[in-house]
């Protein structure tokens, strides 16, 4: 960049030479004429070949870094485009494997949904067995309990029906002897006891 402003600077100086010059008082016209122009042509050949010589300095490095940027950026996007297309090709299966996959969790569903209902009805079953059993022991137990009852019932009527007609028909004569052959029954046992 230094150099470039120096030859700028160079080729700027050498142009206000040449003005100068064609400004300059002129004692002989024709000869003066010829060399004003060949000045010029001069001037211009400089400046000229000062201009080439800073763009093929200048232009030559930049245009081969501008061209290796360029060819590294259609590389970039080429690269960028075959992962794009890769992206877009594993997208395009996963989207057509997706109802094959959404039929097989529909299908695996279906199988656990019917695999469960089979559990859950075995299970009922086996817990209406039990509660059939259980209740088949309760209404046993209940029954046996109920027979026991009415048969304390039956003799407890029993009882005071037998009772009832044993006042009834018993006089008190009956009465004192039944309390006498008691007393002589106790008092054999006492005098069995007694003896031994």
Avoid: C
């Amino acid at each position: 960049m230094r150099r470039l402003a120096i030859w700028l600077a160079l080729l700027v100086a050498l142009s206000f030479a040449a003005l100068a010059e064609e400004h300059a008082p002129k004692t002989e016209a024709h000869e003066d004429g010829q060399n004003v122009i060949l000045w010029k042509w001069a001037n211009f050949a400089i400046l000229a070949a000062g201009l080439g010589f800073l763009i093929v300095k200048q232009a030559g490095p930049y245009f081969a870094t501008r061209s290796v940027e360029i060819r590294k950026g259609i590389a970039d996007a080429q690269k960028m485009r075959a992962d794009a297309e890769a992206n877009a090709a594993a997208m395009n299966a996963k989207l057509a494997n997706l109802s094959l996959e959404v039929e097989a969790m529909r299908k695996s569903a279906k199988e656990e949904a019917a695999q469960e209902g089979v559990r859950i009805r075995q299970e009922t079953e086996r817990e209406l067995a039990e509660i059939q059993a259980h209740s088949e022991q309760e209404i046993s137990s209940a029954l046996k309990a109920a027979q026991i009852e009415l048969k304390k019932y039956s003799a407890q009527l029993a009882v005071n029906l037998a009772r009832q007609k044993v006042r009834e028909r018993m006089a008190p004569a009956d009465q004192d002897a039944l309390v006498q052959n008691f007393v002589a029954d106790l008092s054999g046992k006492l005098d069995q006891q007694a003896t031994p």
